[in-house]
Structures are given as structure tokens and as C-alpha cells.
């Protein structure tokens, strides 16, 4: 069953459409990974789902709602949770308060909400009553997911989750997203750790410019040439290549639009 | 040693408190909306000047007058003489935090919220408008005279050597409570955490679902309750002046920059520190010029650690 689905996102900050006809589609319980270059507007597309940039055109459709430019306090309420690459804890709060926070709408128990978070995330139980702001990278990683996790959101989306920590740390996030994926929860995120991600990916959409490049699954993208050397670098590692490469695959939009189609 | 506490410890306590409790307000208003509230000594001053019509003339100065007409219909002149009866000043504290909330909600709807979205300066510029009409009004209801909830007030005999007067001891109690009550809502309530939180960063509080503009009614609800507070404090420590508020809105800026912007705890300490060093400063310099003391450590504060003592948000 698809449970969000993104149709044709334009829009972007200002006048300047940074988005131009993006297609994303989340099936329930499913990896998917965005991956491009700099400035292919992965970012912008997921905050454009979230309601956080501004869509001119397109209809984002979320567990058969319509949520297009819709308030965050509705898609929380909805099941959609939205963890940003920066700035993604309350760092005067203590871990605890931090989780306690994600669970703000909520007017039931939380008790068996918090009670996952600290099962997926055993490091969080005995710092639950520090401020969030001194944790370890990879440990305020662990209090932002558990944040958009309070909720029970049916799916989440991740910003770059991996972005500016330690290969180790990295290795442990992705253990973590993929816990958390096994419970039952919908991933869309986006990475520059390209081919790691790709690789728990159930698909892979390949953005460049603000326009869908590639659509498949995670394996097929690591197995298709042209996506590996345009996008993914070639010899492997990050795939940061910027805009350069970006045109290779141009004649493949119509195809990848296609496919991108329900 | 016994007179420097009655000469000095005393009166940078008192003076301490009532910028702490100002300067909470500044604090988290600054940090969850974004502008530096140039209105906020004036709510002080309101709160006074509320508690002042209680002490005065009693609750019937909150009535509204088709209430105080069908009392009279009804039951005649006598009906209304509680309502006549003059309050302690310490029992009028609760009711001008109530009444100031409500009118800085008031003044939040109409003169900021439309600015919301708008670049700072422009709340800045129209709090400054705000404590213009509020000083404006304060003068056209109680003039430009000095007004004074008790008369002066001999130091109690039973607390000798130490020179405190029954004001103090009610002025420390209210502190107390306050201050106490600030900390149960801070730190357990979720609303409470909710204000934290967005005092934290309040773009990620948007993202979390928390309803941010219910928080910001909280914000004013407790900024300008303890304002009042503040207000009423220093009208039983001093007097009551349409410009009290107003000549305290640096030293309550100085206290919320030197203990964090946005950090509630941080504004209570740096009250503390500004309200004892203004005190402390009148051994070397004369007391005409203690007011001074407030700018300079807010400058040194801006020049050496921005962030204040507690890590809170730059200017």
C-alpha cells in the first residue's frame, strides 16, 4: 500500500522553483532513499512534503489525505514524523524532556512510545536526564529520531541522518535506522552517504536539479553503470560530486518519470 | 559585618529579586519570538499602578459598571462595600499578575501578532510604540505624582540588629513563591517544557507539533504575570511612578543577556547579579551613578560572552 505519495512537487523558496515536477511514492514499511548531487533539491523536496517550503504546483498525498502545503501539527497528527538534518534536538532539555516533547500532541499514555525509544536506542537510558546539547553526535542523532518517534508516525523521514558524523557513528546509525524500519515504520530519506544508504534502500530516487533522474530499487541503482558513475562517483565513498555529472542522464527523465507513476 | 548587611545585602536582595523577576519575561520573549520587548518595564508599572487601585479603593475598581448598576438595583449602596475595602498589598500581587497577563495578551493579538512574520526590528519598533501609549495612559489615569502603598516603614524590633522591615519579609516571601512556582512550570508541567522547548529553538518545536502560537500566549501569560509581580514588588519597596517600569528596562535587559537570552534560570541569576553589583557599586561610587554599573556589564557581557552565563541565544 503507498502511503505517501508525492505528485509533480514545483515550488521552492521565493520565486525560484528549486522543485520542478519531483515524484516520491513511500510504500508502507519501506526503505527509500533519495540520493543526487549538491543542490538536486533532496532536501527541499522532503521539506516541501513536511509543509516547510512552499509548493506552486503538485499534490503530496499522505495515508489518504491530501496534506499539500499542510501545517506540521497536522502531519504529526497524521503519522508523519520529520527529522532535519540540523538543529534536529532541543539541546537545554534533557533527553528525556526531548522525547517527552515529540509526544506533545499525544493525550494518552506515552509510556509504551518511550519505552520503544529507549529499546531502539539503549545509550539514550542512562543519559535520559541530561541536557540533550551534551551528548555525542551520533547520541543527538539517536535523541532526534526518538523525538519523531514518539508519535508512532507510520512513517518517517530522515535529513541527511548520517551528515557530519564519524564513519563509526555512521555504521551505528544505519543499524539503528534499519532497527527502526523493522518495527514497522516507512523511511524516506535523504543521504550523501550514497551507496550505504542505496544499499538498505527498498528504492532509490535519484534527483539532479530539482527533477527525478532515476527510479528503482536500491540494488538495481548500485548495479546500474550510468547512475554509479554519474551520481554515485564512480570508485565509490561519497557521492558529493556536485552539479557536473548532472546531465547524463537527462535523456532518461521521461523513463524515470514512468516509473515513478503508480 | 552586621551593618554591611543591613546597609547593602538587603537592598541588592530586594532589588536582585525584582529584576529576576522581570527579566524572566525578557528572556523567554526574547528567545521564543524573536524581539527584544521594549514594553516590559511598563507592564511592571502596570501591575503597580493595578495593585495601587486595589490597595486604594478595593476590588471594585475591576468591575465592570453594568455589574456595579444592577448591585445597586438590587441590594443598594451596602452591597458594594466590600468591594470598597482597601487590599494588603502583598494579597493584590496575584490579582495584577491575572490582569496584566490578560492585557499583554490583548496588546500581543493586536499590535505584535500581525507582525509575526515580519522582521524583528519592526516588534522592536512597535513595542516601543507600546511603552510609549502604556506611559502615556499611565499618566493621563494617575498623573506624574509619586504614589505609595504604605506609609514608610520602620525596621521590625524583633529582628534587631538586623535592619528589616515587615516589606522585606513580605517582598522575600512573595520572591520566594514566585520564583518556585516559575521552576514547578518550567521543569514539570508540559506546557511549561513546551516554552522551554521553544525557547530552545522554536523552528524545530513547529516540526515536533507542538501548537506554537498557544505557546506564545503562555509566554506573555508568564513574562508579563511576574512582570506585574515584579512591579508591585517595587511599588512596596519604593513608590509608585508612571516611569518605574520604564527606568528598570535596562538593568532587566542587562540580567537577561548576562544569565542567556532564553534561559529562564539564567535571567534569575544574572537579576541577582546586576540587582548586587548596582548595590555593591554604591561603596566605591556614588549611588547617583549605580545605574551605570547595569550598562557596563551588559556591555562587557556583549564584548566577552554573548551568550551569557547559561549559553543562551546571541542578540
Known sequence: ?262 | MIEFFNDYIVAALVLGSIYSLGAIGISMIYAILRFAHFAHGDLLTLGAYMSLGLVQKGFIVFMPLPFLVGTLGLAGEEALAPLRMGWHPALTIPVAMVFTALIAIGIDSLFYRPFRKSQAIIMVIASFGIALMLRSAFQLIWGIDDHYYWPIQPPLESLEPFSISAKHLYIGGAVIVLISATHYLLAYTRTGKAMRAMSDDPDLARITGIPTERIVVWTWIVGAALGAAAGVLLGMDTRVRFDMGWNLLLPMFAAAILGGLGRPYGAIAGGMVIGGLEELSTIVIPGDYKSAVAFAVMVLVLIFRPQGIFKGRML
Open chain 1, 1 to 262: 500500500m503507498t502511503l505517501l505519495t508525492a505528485h509533480g512537487m514545483t515550488g521552492g523558496y521565493g520565486g525560484m522553483d528549486i522543485l520542478k515536477g519531483v515524484e516520491l511514492a513511500v510504500d508502507a514499511g519501506e526503505i527509500v532513499v533519495i540520493v543526487g548531487p549538491n543542490g538536486a533539491g533532496k532536501s527541499t523536496a522532503m521539506k516541501a512534503i513536511f509543509g516547510l517550503v512552499h509548493l506552486r504546483e503538485g499534490k503530496v498525498v499522505f495515508d489518504g489525505q491530501e496534506i499539500t502545503n499542510a501545517q506540521p501539527e497536522r502531519l504529526v497528527r497524521a503519522g508523519l514524523g520529520y527529522v532535519p538534518q540540523e538543529r534536529n534536538i532541543f539541546p537545554n532539555l534533557s533527553v528525556h524532556e526531548n522525547l517527552e516533547m515529540g509526544a506533545y500532541i499525544r493525550r494518552d499514555d506515552i509510556g509504551p512510545a518511550l519505552e520503544r525509544v529507549y529499546m531502539l536506542f539503549p545509550p539514550l537510558v542512562e543519559k535520559r536526564k541530561q541536557a540533550a546539547g551534551e551528548l555525542s553526535g551520533g547520541q543527538r542523532q539517536m535523541v532526534a529520531f526518538g523525538r519523531a518517534l514518539m508519535t508512532d508516525p507510520k512513517v518517517l523521514m530522515l535529513d541527511e541522518p548520517t551528515a557530519g558524523l564519524s564513519p563509526l557513528f555512521m555504521d551505528e546509525i544505519f543499524d539503528r535506522i534499519i532497527a527502526v524500519n523493522e518495527t514497522g515504520v516507512g523511511i524516506l530519506m535523504v543521504e550523501q552517504n550514497a551507496r550505504q544508504a542505496l544499499e538498505i534502500a527498498d528504492r532509490g530516487y535519484v534527483l539532479a536539479t530539482g527533477e527525478n533522474r532515476y527510479i528503482d530499487t536500491g540494488s538495481n541503482l548500485l548495479a546500474d553503470r550510468e547512475v554509479v558513475e554519474s551520481f554515485l562517483g564512480g570508485g565509490g565513498g561519497n557521492v558529493d560530486t556536485g552539479n557536473g555529472n548532472g546531465d547524463a542522464g537527462s535523456e532518461r527523465d521521461a523513463a524515470a518519470k514512468g516509473a515513478g507513476d503508480d
